[in-house]
């Protein structure tokens, strides 16, 4: 009878040990979905689109793109993408071979080639 009662407390422990297996895995596989989707994420605005002028700062030239100069579709629609690309990677970015930045006052971004 010990042996039998040996024989099934190893059985459990290897059934614990799988069902604890496959909760990690199911974790896992939740956190690499999530961080699948947020690498997939399709950047939905036309930085050629926005109305820009130049201007000169303290370190050098740059393009700006205000609010008021793109507030009218489908400008609009591109500056609001544009926000919150921004917003989501600490106000700053790098795309299409520009560094772009949002001003404090979060209605003026900045543009500049890139030195690479």
């Known amino acids: 009878m010990e042996k ?5 407390e190893r059985v459990d422990q290897v059934i614990y040990a799988l069902a604890d297996f496959t ?3 199911e974790a896992a596989s939740i956190g690499l979905r999530n961080h699948l989707k947020d690498l997939a994420q399709v950047v ?3 930085l050629n689109q926005l109305v820009r002028e ?7 030239p740059y393009q ?3 609010e008021a100069a793109n507030s009218e579709p489908p400008k609009h629609g591109h500056w609001q993408a544009l926000l919150k690309d ?3 990677h600490d106000e700053k970015i790098t795309r299409e071979g520009y560094f772009i930045w ?3 006052d979060e209605r003026t971004v900045g543009r500049k080639k890139r030195k690479w």
């Open 102 to 104: 949002l001003f404090q």
């Open 86 to 88: 921004l917003r989501e």
């Open 54 to 60: 130049q201007r000169e700062g303290s370190s050098g």
């Open 23 to 25: 909760n990690a895995l």
């Open 64 to 66: 700006a793109a205000t």
């Open 4 to 8: 039998m009662n040996g024989r099934q």
């Open 44 to 46: 939905d605005y036309d």
